[in-house]
Nanobody, 119 residues
Framework: QVQLVESGGGSVQAGGSLRLSCVIS????????MGWFRQAPGKEREGVAR???????YYADSVKGRFTISRDSAKNTLYLQMNSLKPEDTAIYYC?????????????WGQGTQVTVSS
């Protein structure tokens, strides 16, 4: 069982910044790719940013240039730095892990953290 524990959500005004963190089970860090998804009210869950191989990254067009995904192997932690936040970024953000970067297969999910951006 892979465990993902998120933190860092909150409320911020438009133009502000937040950093999300996600700690993964230590044994899983080296064999799972990690990423961030989000789900806004009334919308489907969508991919935000993720590692698609050991180093290659994917970003949704809506966040390119504003969000940065990174990780710290010493802490088994994934980060999402979110800058220039917009009201449309308001959503529950989920950390996810895919074994051997197989994102089309079953994934593990964190509990989600709320991000609210006010105008």
């Amino acid at each position: 069982q892979v465990q993902l524990v998120e933190s860092g959500g909150g409320s911020v005004q438009a133009g502000g910044s937040l950093r999300l963190s996600c700690v993964i089970s230590k044994y899983a860090y080296s064999t799972y790719c990690m990423g961030w998804f989000r789900q806004a009210p009334g919308k489907e869950r969508e991919g935000v940013a993720r590692f698609v191989t050991g180093v290659s990254q994917y970003y949704a067009d809506s966040v390119k240039g504003r969000f940065t995904i990174s990780r710290d192997s010493a802490k088994n932690t994934l980060y999402l730095q979110m800058n220039s936040l917009k009201p449309e970024d308001t959503a529950i953000y989920y950390c996810a892990a895919a074994r051997l970067c197989a994102w089309s297969s079953d994934k593990y999910w964190g509990q989600g953290t709320q991000v609210t951006v006010s105008s």
